[in-house]
C-alpha cells in the first residue's frame, strides 16, 4: 500500500500542474482581450494586412499573423487624439515559436488533453512571444522589451497627451 503513494502524489502533482498552466494561458487571453484591447466584450478586434495602412475587424481570437486575402494580416491597435482622425498606433503579433505554442495549447485543449509546457523561462506572461511596431517600421520589437517598446506600446498625441484606444 505505502509503494502507491508516490504515484498517487505524482499524478495529483501533474493534475496541479496542468490546472495551473491552463488557468494561466487563460488569465493572459482574458487580461490581454480585455485590458489591452477591449475587444473581449465586442468579441471583435482590429487588423491590418498593408503596415497599418487600412484595418478591418475581425474575430478577436485570432493568433497573428494569419492569411488575409493572401496577405499577413497582424493586430492593429487603433487610437484617436480628441475629436481628431482614428489611426493605427501600433501593430502586433506573435512570434512563430508563441504561435506555434498558442495553437497546441488550444488543440490540447480542445481535445481533453493536458496543454504543452511553456518554453519560456518563467512560463507565459503578458508580452512573452509578441512583437510590435509602429506602422511603416521595419523592425518588430519584443512587447516586454520595455526600454525600447513603451513608446509603440503608449501612443502619445501631437500635443504630448497620451492617444485613446478605439474598441471595434
Known amino acids: 500500500m505505502a509503494l502507491d503513494t508516490p504515484n498517487k502524489n505524482r ?22 482581450s480585455t485590458s ?10 482590429f487588423y491590418s494586412d498593408d503596415d497599418g495602412a487600412t484595418w478591418f475587424t475581425d474575430s478577436a481570437d485570432k493568433l497573428t499573423p494569419f492569411d488575409h486575402d493572401g496577405k499577413q494580416a497582424v493586430r492593429a491597435y487603433i487610437y484617436q487624439c480628441g475629436s481628431g482622425k482614428k489611426f493605427v498606433g501600433r501593430l502586433e503579433r506573435y512570434t512563430a515559436e ?12 480542445s481535445q481533453g488533453k493536458p496543454p504543452p509546457r511553456p ?11 509578441s512583437e510590435v511596431k509602429k506602422p ?11 526600454t525600447r517598446a513603451a ?16 474598441n471595434p
Open 11 to 32: 499524478t495529483i502533482a501533474i493534475a496541479v500542474v496542468a490546472s495551473i498552466v491552463v488557468l494561466a494561458i487563460a488569465i493572459f487571453f482574458f487580461n490581454r
Open 136 to 146: 511603416g517600421d521595419s523592425q518588430w520589437i519584443p512587447a516586454n522589451d520595455f
Open 119 to 129: 518554453t519560456a523561462p518563467s512560463g507565459p506572461s503578458v508580452g512573452w512571444g
Open 98 to 109: 508563441q504561435k506555434k505554442f498558442l495553437q497546441d495549447t488550444q488543440t490540447a485543449i
Open 151 to 166: 513608446s509603440i506600446l503608449n501612443p502619445k498625441c501631437p500635443d504630448g497627451h497620451p492617444a485613446t484606444l478605439i
Open 36 to 45: 489591452v484591447s477591449g475587444s473581449f466584450a465586442t468579441g471583435q478586434a
